[in-house]
């Protein structure tokens, strides 16, 4: 078993990663906002309505909470943005260094992480917009601490620590709590933590309630009206509205869960693989497979198939509308080629 990091070494981990984003992407990032949907974000800021597209649903809570918070310090909603991705993109590549440490050892974790840097989908994410990046950060932490579920030799600590802390960093991205549970709670299936994974399971829900209930909230009616308890029921009656019209309007074109035709389908599982696979795809599967034949563990194949697969599919018959949203999946392909290519030496 790998010992156990530090809290110094956690430390010097993040702050290392920080500071190489900042003199990348704080170097190259544009100085006005680019993106239609950070636009919205701006506006979010100062007037929270999901219903209004400020932001477009599913909401993203925490990062709108958290622009606040880095307002206090920073000039303008453009640097704002850039400092909360860099906080999530580093986030990522700290818990994608642990975790490659922990499987593979520390040159593996060296070459995941650089990797997942010089992508191009994390570069494009974190200069034009940054709540994507949050992708990478929630998938690399559930990832590793389903990694310490699956083991560890306290799997019921990680376990109600990991659902804690997974949930509240899907508030930046409600998408993502759904979409995570495998991951973080089939290592604990597989080792029969019956009791541990109820009370976790419940932990993750609770945890995520508060800032559900108040995108709920603020996308039902008026954003300044007085909360009174007898509008709860319309509230969430014009929030599941809101968020059909939107689910239909992203998803009708190609989703064929919506309703698409075969052309729209089609369209859709190309767009997974190649923004996947960064349009290396035949290679990159070739390597993907080899990999994971060759150089990983039985718990290691079990892992990435319970991060990976699960969000592809839903990448190929739901929704991918750009590069970046492939964030959650990307840092597992990084994961497993730094392993490999570690041990081809």
């Known amino acids: 078993m790998a010992k156990r990091p530090s809290v110094r070494f956690v430390f010097a981990v993040f702050l290392t990663a920080f500071a190489s984003l900042w003199l990348t992407w704080g170097t190259l990032a ?36 958290l622009s606040h918070v880095v307002a206090l310090f920073t000039d303008g909603m453009q640097t704002n943005f850039l400092f909360c991705g860099m906080l999530a993109g580093a986030g990522a590549l700290s818990f994608l260094f642990l975790l490659a440490d922990a499987q593979f050892g520390r040159k593996a974790a060296l070459i995941a992480t650089a990797l997942l840097f010089l992508n191009p989908a994390f570069l494009t994410g974190g200069l034009t917009n940054q709540v994507r990046v949050y ?24 376990l ?57 909230w603020r996308t039902g009616g008026e954003v300044f009206a ?7 029921g319309a509230r969430i009656a014009k929030y599941i509205e809101v968020s059909g019209r939107y689910v239909a309007q992203e998803t009708q074109r ?19 693989i190649v923004w996947t696979f960064q349009g290396l795809w035949p290679a990159l599967i070739l390597v993907t497979v080899f990999g994971l034949w060759r150089h990983t563990e039985r718990r290691q194949r079990l892992l990435f198939a319970l991060w990976f697969l699960p969000l592809f599919a839903f990448h190929a018959t739901v929704h991918i509308a750009d590069p970046d949203h492939a964030l959650s999946t990307i840092p597992a392909l990084c994961l497993i080629a730094g392993g490999m290519l570690a041990k081809m030496d």
């Not at 974000?41 to 909470?65: M, S, T």
Request: aromatic share 14%; net charge positive; glycine share 8%.
């Open 160 to 216: 109600l620590v990991g659902a804690f802390v997974v949930a509240l960093l899907c508030g930046f991205r409600p998408e993502m709590l759904l979409l995570m549970m495998p991951l973080l709670f089939g290592p604990a299936i597989v080792r029969r933590l019956k009791w541990p994974l109820a009370a976790a399971l419940a932990l993750y829900l609770l945890t995520a309630a508060p800032w559900q209930a108040f995108t709920v």
């Open 135 to 158: 992708l990478a950060l929630i998938a690399c932490a559930t990832a590793w601490f389903g990694w310490k579920v699956l083991t560890g030799d306290r799997p019921a600590r990680s």
């Open 226 to 232: 007085p909360a009174r308890l007898s509008e709860a």
């Open 30 to 65: 544009p100085r006005v906002l680019f993106h239609f949907d950070s636009g919205n974000f701006a506006l979010a800021h100062y007037y929270f309505h999901p219903a209004l597209n400020q932001p477009h649903l599913p909401g993203y809570p925490l990062f709108v909470a």
């Open 254 to 272: 190609d989703s064929p869960v919506f309703g698409a035709g075969v052309g729209g389908a089609l369209s859709l599982v190309g767009k997974a």
